[in-house]
């Protein structure tokens, strides 16, 4: 089983819907939990960033984090064809000084057809 | 702008033979990462400098090497190209004394080889 599941796609909705990505993880030591956009041939780009569980609002955009269930969304409202990219969760534990390593899923492909 | 740049975009080389791709940032970031992105994969963690320190990861082949001269610079050698290592090659940065484990990347180096 792996760290963190994520569904691969692909995800195609008209533009002005809410879509909902999500990831599940088996990890119960992950505390900080990310969303990254990566366009076509371009690196990730860190879009969302939450520590453990809640919920944060960034514009269009809600991260969700239910430890209890070990299940993060990301929430984009009004979507755009602008929104079509590939978006990867990501996730992390921390030990006081050290660097730990990302866990990431393997991204869901996302198109906001116009 | 702050931030990571790779270089080259795009790399064309030869089986077998050698080839070195750069990242530098202006964070002043005090760990930087090399990953490995395939198609449609998420990215894979090669190895990490946290300072000066080298971390390689156990199931990275000896055919990939890296080097920093210095806080803004890192390299990332492969000795002898394979087929099989054409891929997105993403460089990241982090300091997580500040903010944990958040990771920047920069736009990747699209490698080919022939």
């Known amino acids: 089983q792996k760290e963190v599941e994520q569904d691969p796609g692909p995800l195609s909705v008209p533009e002005g819907a809410i879509v909902s990505l999500n990831c599940t993880y088996s990890n119960s030591a992950f505390q900080y939990f990310m969303w990254y956009r990566q366009y076509s041939r371009k690196g990730p780009e860190l879009l969302m960033y939450?520590?453990?569980?809640g919920n944060k609002e960034d514009g269009r955009f809600t991260a969700q984090v239910d430890k209890s269930s070990k299940y993060i969304s990301l929430f984009i409202r009004d979507s755009q064809p602008s929104d079509s990219a590939t978006y990867l969760c990501?996730?992390?534990?921390?030990?006081?000084?050290?660097?730990?390593?990302?866990?990431f899923g393997t991204g869901t492909l996302l198109a906001v057809q116009p | 702008d702050a931030m990571v740049i790779q270089n080259p975009r795009y790399q064309v080389t030869q089986f077998g033979k050698p080839v070195t791709l750069s990242c530098s940032q202006t964070l002043n970031h005090n760990v930087m990462y090399w990953y490995q992105q395939k198609s449609s994969q998420a990215p894979k963690l090669l190895f990490h400098y946290y300072d000066k320190d080298f971390n390689n990861e156990a199931d990275t082949p000896d055919n990939f090497q890296s080097r920093r001269p210095n806080t803004s610079f890192c390299f990332l050698d492969i000795r002898s190209p394979g087929l099989g290592d054409a891929a997105m090659y993403l460089c990241a940065t982090s300091r997580p004394q500040v903010a944990k484990n958040i990771q920047y990347f920069g736009a990747g180096t699209r490698l080919s080889v022939l």
């Open positions: 990501a996730m992390s534990s921390y030990y006081g000084g050290a660097t730990n390593k990302l866990i």
């Open positions: 939450t520590y453990s569980s």
